[in-house]
């Protein structure tokens, strides 16, 4: 069953460890998702996901502005980050393991994310079904060639290496109606 994305109860989202002492968040504005969930057979789900990498937000200009630069994810030439499902394991009614190919850079490694299924609501505004979803999952950014890093005078390093992912993705089923409302 195909479900689309409400983008408006939606996040991407991120942390990194600055300085060795606390966490920078981020997030992107810009991303599309499109996903095949199947609630009877959840391992028949499929996600196939484009972030704008410039919709980057870490509410500060000047950062941003980094990280859309080549020391990071270069964004005048890789654009869009891309994920693409290749695996559902299911872990039990309300959780489950995405797996899937992240290309960053012209990159693809496969990353796995813990997805929590947080329940099914009927919208009061449209009638229609609406699903939910949190995902969480970590990578290392020097598997996609993103390196920079400063030496601090106390020791350690400005950026850390493990970034946390963390999604809320919140779906509406697509019924007739819909997708006659979308294509108008």
């Known amino acids: ?13 991120f942390s990194v460890r600055h300085m060795m002492i606390s966490k920078v968040r981020g997030r992107f504005e810009d991303f599309e998702v499109t996903v095949n969930f199947d609630e009877n057979n959840p391992a028949d789900t499929t996600v196939d996901a484009t972030i704008e990498v410039a919709s980057i937000n870490t509410r500060e200009p000047q950062r ?3 990280l859309k630069s080549p020391d990071f994810f270069n964004a005048d030439a890789y654009p869009t980050m891309t994920f693409k499902s290749t695996k559902v394991e299911k872990v039990d009614d309300n959780h489950a393991k995405l797996t899937g190919d992240l290309t960053i850079q012209n990159v693809t490694k496969p990353v796995t994310l813990d997805v929590a299924y947080e329940g099914k609501a009927k919208n009061p505004f449209t009638g229609g079904e609406t699903v939910g979803f949190t ?19 106390t020791g350690g390093i400005m950026v850390g290496d493990e970034v946390t992912i963390h999604l809320e993705v919140e779906l509406v089923k697509v019924t007739e109606e819909v997708a006659e409302a979308v294509s108008a």
Do not use: Y
């Not at 995902?135 to 920079?148: F, L």
């Open 64 to 66: 941003d502005g980094h």
């Open 135 to 153: 995902a969480n999952g970590k990578i290392s950014r020097k598997e996609w060639g993103m390196t920079w890093n400063q030496a601090l005078e």
């Open 1 to 13: 069953m195909s479900w689309q994305l409400d983008k408006a109860h939606s996040s991407v989202e």
